[in-house]
């Protein structure tokens, strides 16, 4: 019996319905910021900004002549930042995405620039924004995570005094438990004000190098 061939057919993608017609994608890099909006807004819709401050307020007033109501941007180090306190200052909903979630997406063609598959993806609602709480709760983390940094940092100092210490052979921290303490910075600060020999030399001969006056004539 001849066996039946299957056709095969191909399947077409699905045509996704535009959720956030009013969507923009961004790009942030160092130097750059590329943004990608509709095709149907502008006759450039792809553009590219500086970082500069003055830039990004500009690239804010071409989004708002675009009337663009929502920005999808990855969270690319610290460069995110700046753009987006000002887009979120001047009114725009902000989506901070997960580079890794936007890689995860099937579909994307090689000639799509990335701004341009944020925007797309942002406009058919395949984007999910992570959290990001307020500004205040924001500035009050930074100063924590800084006072962090300058504990972890403190603790490398200790390490160079103890090792500047055994190099000079004054085996300070093996006699004190606490070289940081009242006790041990009170004979650091005497050990680095004691008397050298160019101060003794100073406080003899004076700054200029005259010698002082005996009182004898």
């Not at 500069?52 to 009337?67: G, P, Q, Y």
């Given at each position: 019996?001849?066996?039946?061939?299957?056709?095969?057919?191909?399947?077409?993608?699905?045509?996704?319905?535009?959720?956030?017609?009013?969507?923009?994608?961004?790009?942030?890099?160092?130097?750059?910021?590329?943004?990608?909006?509709?095709?149907?807004?502008?006759?450039?819709?792809?553009?590219?900004?500086?970082?500069?401050?003055?830039?990004?307020?500009?690239?804010?007033?071409?989004?708002?002549?675009?009337?663009?109501?929502?920005?999808?941007?990855?969270?690319?180090?610290?460069?995110?930042?700046?753009?987006?306190?000002?887009?979120?200052?001047?009114?725009?909903?902000?989506?901070?995405?997960?580079?890794?979630?936007?890689?995860?997406?099937?579909?994307?063609?090689?000639?799509?620039?990335?701004?341009?598959?944020?925007?797309?993806?942002?406009?058919?609602?395949?984007?999910?924004?992570?959290?990001?709480?307020?500004?205040?709760?924001?500035?009050?983390?930074?100063?924590?995570?800084?006072?962090?940094?300058?504990v972890q940092m403190a603790s490398s100092h200790v390490q160079h005094i103890q090792?500047?210490?055994?190099?000079?052979?004054?085996?300070?921290?093996?006699?004190?438990?606490?070289?940081?303490?009242?006790?041990?910075?009170?004979?650091?600060?005497?050990?680095?004000?004691?008397?050298?020999?160019?101060?003794?030399?100073?406080?003899?001969?004076?700054?200029?190098?005259?010698?002082?006056?005996?009182?004898?004539v």
């Amino acid at each position: 019996m001849s066996r039946k061939r299957r056709s095969s057919k191909k399947t077409s993608a699905p045509v996704l319905h535009s959720l956030n017609p009013n969507a923009a994608g961004v790009d942030i890099g160092a130097t750059e910021v590329y943004i990608a909006i509709p095709a149907d807004r502008d006759p450039q819709p792809v553009r590219h900004f500086s970082t500069f401050t003055e830039d990004l307020h500009a690239a804010a007033d071409w989004l708002k002549s675009c009337n663009i109501e929502t920005v999808a941007m990855e969270s690319t180090g610290v460069y995110w930042i700046p753009l987006f306190q000002i887009l979120e200052a001047r009114g725009f909903q902000v989506f901070l995405v997960n580079a890794h979630h936007v890689k995860n997406v099937p579909g994307r063609k090689s000639d799509v620039s990335d701004c341009q598959w944020l925007q797309y993806l942002h406009s058919v609602g395949l984007l999910r924004g992570s959290f990001r709480p307020e500004q205040a709760v924001c500035t009050v983390r930074s100063i924590l995570r800084h006072r962090d940094g300058l504990v972890q940092m403190a603790s490398s100092h200790v390490q160079h005094i103890q090792k500047a210490l055994d190099q000079m052979n004054l085996q300070l921290h093996h006699v004190i438990s606490d070289i940081t303490g009242m006790t041990g910075l009170a004979i650091i600060v005497s050990l680095d004000t004691a008397q050298s020999p160019c101060r003794t030399h100073r406080s003899t001969f004076g700054n200029d190098g005259t010698p002082p006056a005996t009182g004898r004539v």
